[in-house]
């Protein structure tokens, strides 16, 4: 593995510490290299676009960090892209990868609750940026903390089986003083195409018990599966008695998995599961969302994320 950034001596650094191959002093250096096969875009939203047409350009195979891009446009560039180079794409969707929500795909895969009614995700926790952190310019980071990271939780709801096809916002009206400038909370509506229904309460400003420990839930016409939303635990009621399950505490966040995901996709030219054409379904609910946030006809117009 090998490290670049516009500050040479940051990626001299990271090399060292990293064990990596070579350090490049810029990224045009790193992503023409040779020896370079596959790219991993690891900077803010922003420069996402340009980095990943470039790789694709050069001939090199792609990770790129999530949100992958600000806009629609932007992930329809870089798919017309993949296809002229014919190489991989991978969206850093680490979550899609996390043992717990293949527990809970397995559970719901194993009519354990039976078919689908609700499902409601919590994830509050008090968790402010300081001023000087990127994510506090929407333009950098292409939107606000939802858009940000919430989009994370919006892709776990849409990977438990059935198929997102509705998705409504509405975000709180609160002061953006202090060091952290975003909006930092929302509250987000959607429909299945089974016809269940589902909502996800997001807030990174709101002091909780246990630094943001939260207890999500999916109650089916059987029963109801109770988990802690980071991936603690799981436990389900219904068919076949109580279950608990430990998703694990290895590779819990999902890197390792989602890795071995991208190496094996290059190596056998198959699409990776987190592609492109996965990540446009989420970033079209995205679009929903902030587009329902658009106030009354007599208002300035619709928001920004």
């Known amino acids: 593995?090998?490290?670049?950034?516009?500050?040479?001596?940051?990626?001299?650094?990271y090399c060292r510490e990293w064990r990596g191959v070579r350090a490049f002093p810029g990224y045009d250096a790193a992503i023409a290299a040779a020896d370079v096969d596959a790219v991993l875009v690891a900077v803010p939203p922003r420069f996402h676009r340009g980095l990943v047409l470039q790789a694709l350009e050069s001939g090199k195979?792609?990770?790129?960090?999530?949100?992958?891009?600000?806009?629609?446009?932007?992930?329809?560039?870089?798919?017309?892209?993949?296809?002229?180079?014919?190489?991989?794409?991978?969206?850093?969707?680490?979550?899609h990868y996390k043992p717990l929500v293949g527990t809970l795909r397995g559970l719901i895969a194993d009519g354990v609750v039976g078919d689908i009614v609700f499902v409601r995700i919590t994830t509050i926790a008090h968790r402010l940026k300081t001023a000087d952190d990127w994510r506090?310019?929407?333009?950098?980071?292409?939107?606000?903390?939802?858009?940000?990271e919430g989009i994370h939780w919006l892709h776990i709801a849409g990977s438990l089986?059935?198929?997102i096809v509705r998705a409504w916002g509405a975000r709180p009206t609160v002061t953006r003083d202090g060091p952290d400038r975003r909006a930092k909370s929302m509250l987000v509506s959607f429909a299945y195409e089974s016809g269940a229904a589902g909502a996800i309460l997001y807030s990174r400003e709101v002091p909780v018990f246990f630094r943001g420990l939260s207890l999500s839930?999916?109650?089916?016409?059987?029963?109801?599966?109770?988990?802690?939303?980071?991936?603690?635990?799981?436990?389900?009621?219904?068919?076949?008695?109580?279950?608990?399950?430990?998703?694990?505490?290895?590779?819990?966040?999902?890197?390792?998995?989602?890795?071995?995901?991208?190496?094996?996709?290059?190596?056998?030219?198959?699409a990776p599961e987190m592609s492109l054409e996965r990540a446009i379904e989420d970033q079209a609910l995205m679009d929903q969302i902030y587009a329902s946030l658009a106030p009354a006809p007599d208002g300035a117009g619709a928001p920004r994320p």
């Open 1 to 13: 593995m090998s490290f670049a950034s516009r500050d040479a001596g940051r990626a001299d650094a």
């Open 161 to 163: 089986g059935p198929r």
């Open 217 to 270: 839930a999916i109650y089916g016409q059987r029963g109801v599966i109770t988990f802690e939303s980071n991936g603690g635990l799981v436990v389900a009621r219904g068919r076949g008695g109580p279950r608990v399950r430990v998703p694990g505490f290895r590779d819990i966040r999902g890197y390792e998995a989602m890795h071995r995901d991208f190496v094996a996709s290059v190596r056998e030219g198959r």
């Open 61 to 95: 195979h792609v990770i790129v960090e999530k949100p992958a891009f600000p806009a629609m446009a932007d992930f329809l560039a870089a798919r017309d892209a993949r296809d002229r180079a014919g190489k991989v794409v991978l969206v850093a969707e680490n979550d």
């Open 136 to 148: 506090n310019d929407e333009a950098m980071a292409g939107g606000d903390a939802f858009f940000e």
